[in-house]
């Protein structure tokens, strides 16, 4: 059957099978009837994302010497809005588009856009041009659909669609769950898991043997990079708990002791030195009163003086 359809339907066929597949009218309509036609018959009016894209339309679309001009998706609703193409909400209007002098606005409400297919200097340049004018519809097929991407967004350009994965997500229809490396199991414990091979999403809950008892969470998810949301915990018995207590209590208290006497010593020494300090200031004013007995000496000596 693919064999007899791909006969009958020639090169179309074989391109529909890479990405977007680009189609016309011979007919002029208004911008408005040239996109309900083309939704009607195909997905929407073209939506060009790259020069590529719009050398490949240029290049397909017949050459047309009474009427070259071909509608295209860009258009906008206000004088200072953006570009916008209806297919895909893009805004790429690249550097050298336009033809010269354009966008001019010219009839002051040139709201949507046509591309010219002439033999001329402006041939593939795009002009802003009054919708209500009639021209012939450049539409696209579409080949993403809803299940062309499990978990992700379907990106599709000339020749080519791609899945866009969701965090957590990887392959190339983006149906493969990320992976988080495989959890051992606990010393002394056990562990189950919310879904099976430990994937994006999964949380494993951990459980102590009896007679044991958990230091850390007792949960762990595997987040969207591939990495657990936290360390394993550890399952540990109350015997050695009691003996890591006591032994921290005992250490706790041999530091206690030591730190009080340096403190007693310190401040033994501090009371003996305000004891000395004391007994010299209450001296020192009773020696000031009597001469030194040196001073007494010298008196007498002047006598000996002529
Ligand atoms: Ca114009």
Redesign the pocket.
């Known amino acids: 059957m693919k064999w007899l359809l791909f006969i009958i339907l020639g090169w179309s066929f074989a391109e529909a099978t890479w990405g977007w597949t680009y189609h016309y009218s011979n007919n002029t309509m208004t911008w408005s009837k040239a996109r309900k036609w083309c939704q009607e018959h195909f997905t929407d009016m073209v939506a060009i994302q790259n020069q590529t894209e719009n050398d490949y339309i240029v290049s397909i679309l017949p050459n047309r010497t009474n009427s070259p001009y071909y509608w295209i998706g860009l258009t906008k609703e206000h004088i200072n809005e953006t570009w916008k193409w209806v297919g895909n909400n893009s805004t790429w209007v690249g550097e050298h588009s336009w033809a010269e002098n ?6 002051i409400t ?1 709201f949507c856009v046509e591309i010219y297919i002439n033999s001329g200097q402006n041939r593939g340049k795009w ?3 009054k919708c209500a004018k009639n021209k012939s519809p450049v539409c696209y097929k579409a080949q993403c659909n809803d299940s062309s991407c499990v978990k992700g967004s379907c990106w599709e350009t000339l020749n080519s669609t791609a899945c866009l994965c969701t965090d957590g997500y990887e392959g190339d229809k983006c149906q493969t769950a990320v992976q988080c490396p495989p959890l051992p199991q606990p010393s002394n414990g056990n562990y189950s898991c919310s879904k099976e091979g430990q994937i994006f999403n999964s949380t494993c809950h951990f459980k102590c043997h009896l007679g044991f008892f958990m230091i850390g969470s007792s949960a762990v998810t595997c987040a969207a990079n591939g990495h657990w949301t936290g360390p394993r915990p550890v399952c540990t018995s109350y015997k050695q708990a009691l003996l890591a207590v006591a032994g921290c209590g005992a250490l706790c208290s041999f530091f206690c002791i030591c730190f009080c006497c340096i403190r007693h010593r310190k401040k033994k020494k501090r009371a003996q030195d305000r004891s000395v300090l004391k007994l010299v200031l209450h001296r020192e004013p009773e020696d000031a009163t009597s001469p030194p007995s040196d001073v007494n000496g010298g008196t007498s000596g002047n006598s000996l003086a002529p």
């Open positions: 354009e966008p001019n606005n010219n009839h040139e002009n802003d041009e």
